[in-house]
């Protein structure tokens, strides 16, 4: 007779006795026996021979149930692993029976064997990690909290064998939050511990401002980060898309320096708040200049201010001007700004071609990724050493043109290249036999990929 699924038999029910061996990993004893006796079934950890109707067994056993388990395989009686039923029990839990009931018991030992279970939804984990209180102030500061940690990171990190060790780092939970698609979980880990991470040099960062620089945060969670009226959350929530119109006024209202100068970087920022901040501190104009969006209108306005022509230059930063802005600017005849334009890869490729009949430009322009290939190829043939760097390094830079860039035997033209992504792997395993240019090499992604590849690694 072919072996029922454990699944059909649990659904058929009993009558009969189910031998259990081992241990589980997320339910206790008597919560299995109760499950399997609302099907009908009645338990045992003995072999019985002619009683016993299935056998569930752990992964491990302890040595005295061994002979349990012989005896009923040669018995014919079929065996299924414990991490089935398990899985199986989770499927059919009731979220909100559950929720409610460790609500009303408080029963923080099983709260914490659900948190564990990887068989539960995601989204039925971060209601109960919502029910769980941290022992410890400290991130991992009690076996518990680590463990709960641990199960959250292992749940939403997707980490190859090689980086367990990671699961016991901070960093790892910062790579959680700065890498996570799931707004909801970053409303959950506003639960966590106070927890400050250090990044490079001095900075320091804590869990719920790592949290409000996120995009994708959901309007309670930004409401939220608001609510704890500390100035770096809301100087990281200023620039965010995520902070609505109402958040917004919160935060001009506020008038916080720092904070005001990030709500300058806010894609969506109001006309009347633009105009209050044109007015503003050198740090708040400078940042409306080099990130709102800049249509004639605004144009207008920031003329009107007659800014000195080191503020200006900073209009040819922006990358969201207006088409017909540009024609404007080129009119203003302002060195610091027409650089910075030929240097911007947002700068439009006809407005590149009108900046090339200055020749003081044309460094930034072979430097920039969004020049016509048409115009790269006249730069080369400019034959100007400055020039020549520059298409070296331009990713855009063809490669035909990169091959006679590589034949000019310049050492400050092969470091260019080795910085390239771009440029072709022949040419990156000529150029590694150049000691000088070891660690240039190092950063060029493309030849790391390609040396990993070789030695076999991921």
């Known amino acids: 007779m072919e072996k029922k699924s454990l699944a059909a038999l649990l659904e058929r029910g009993g009558p009969g006795t189910i031998l259990l061996l081992g241990s589980a990993d997320y339910f206790t004893e008597e919560e299995i026996e109760r499950a399997l006796k609302k099907r009908g079934f009645e338990t045992t950890r003995e072999f019985r021979p002619g009683a016993i109707v299935a056998a569930i067994e752990s992964r491990r056993i302890p040595p005295a149930q061994e002979l349990e388990s012989e005896a009923a395989y040669k018995a014919g009686v079929p065996h299924y692993s414990m991490e089935e039923l398990e899985r199986l029990l989770s499927d059919a839990l009731s979220e909100r029976q559950v929720l409610m009931s460790l609500k009303l018991s408080r029963d923080r030992d099983r709260l914490v064997r659900l948190l564990r279970n990887e068989h539960l939804s995601d989204e039925f984990f971060l209601d109960l990690l919502r029910l769980y209180s941290w022992e410890s102030d400290e991130l991992m500061g009690s076996d518990e909290d680590r463990f709960v940690l641990i199960a959250l990171l292992e749940r939403f990190l997707d980490l190859s064998v090689y980086e367990r060790d990671a699961l016991y ?28 991470f250090r990044r490079k040099g001095a900075e320091r960062v804590s869990i719920a401002q790592a949290v409000a620089q996120r995009d994708i945060l959901r309007p309670q969670t930004v409401a939220k980060l608001l609510s704890r009226r500390e100035e770096e959350i809301d100087r990281r929530l200023a620039a965010n898309a995520a902070l609505d119109a109402e958040g917004r006024r919160t935060l001009f209202e506020r008038a916080e320096p720092r904070t005001l100068e990030a709500l300058a970087k806010h894609p969506d920022l109001e006309e009347e708040y633009f105009d209050v901040l044109l007015g503003s501190s050198k740090s708040v104009r400078d940042a409306l200049l080099r990130f709102q969006p800049i249509d004639t209108g605004r144009l207008g306005k920031v003329l009107a201010h007659n800014f000195d022509e080191e503020t200006l230059a900073l209009l040819g930063e922006n990358e969201r001007l207006a088409s017909e802005v540009y024609p404007h600017l080129l009119t203003l005849e302002s060195d610091g700004l027409l650089r910075n334009l030929a240097a911007n890869d947002a700068t439009p490729p006809s407005i590149l ?23 790269l190829w006249r730069l080369y043939e400019e034959g100007v050493p400055k020039v020549l760097e520059a298409l070296a390094y331009n990713p855009s830079t063809p490669v035909e043109l990169l091959e006679r860039i590589y034949t000019l035997d310049d050492f400050a033209l092969h470091q260019g290249l080795a910085a390239n992504p771009s440029t072709p792997m022949e040419i990156l395993h000529q150029l590694k036999t150049d000691h000088r240019l070891w660690l240039v090499l190092q950063r060029n992604e493309k030849f790391v990929k390609e040396a990993n590849r070789e030695m076999g690694m991921r």
């Open 353 to 375: 071609e009108r900046l090339a009949s200055r020749e003081s430009l044309h460094p930034q322009l072979a430097l920039n990724p969004a020049s016509p290939e048409v115009l």
């Open 169 to 196: 780092s901070p960093s790892t939970l910062l790579r959680l939050i700065v890498t996570t698609q799931n707004p909801e979980l970053l409303d959950v880990l506003l639960t966590l511990p106070e927890f400050e």
